[in-house]
């Protein structure tokens, strides 16, 4: 363990010092999670900023990628994938279309619907930037070895589906 403090370290310290009838503790992990969060979230938009995309695009065209061949799928699917209102999912299709990452084309199934599906052009985006934001998730956890990563992530997983709605 290191001997190092961070700026949560201070933070909890001042409301130690400041508030001892009260706990800081939860900021420890709270703190440093918030704190992860800026870094993590402005090294995604570097690097997604060289495709002129943002995060929630790239969530598009990536389930549209983890779909698999064909590389489509309906709104509906997408929605659920990307969690967001369907009018927040119609501007990012129109983004993406517009950029010529993805095209609309009628649902066999569905007369009224119709299937978002990945161009080829889309492909060789999302793939370029799939490499790229793997390989940044993990510079950013290359201070922990694999066994810290498996200890974290089931830890991080024990607190999300004790709050996850699904």
Known sequence: MS???DHVD???ARWREVRPDLDPSSTEVIG???RLEYFITRRVLTDLARHLLNVGEFNVIAALRRAGEPYELSPNQLQGMVLISSG???NRINRLEAAGLVTRHPDPNDRRGVIV???ERGLAV????AEHHLAAEDELLSPLNTEEREQLASLLRKLLISHDEG
């Open 3 to 5: 001997n190092k403090t």
């Open 10 to 12: 201070h933070i909890v």
């Open 32 to 34: 440093r999670i918030v």
């Open 88 to 90: 927040g999912l119609t």
């Open 117 to 119: 599906r990945l161009t």
């Open 126 to 129: 999302v793939d370029d930037a």
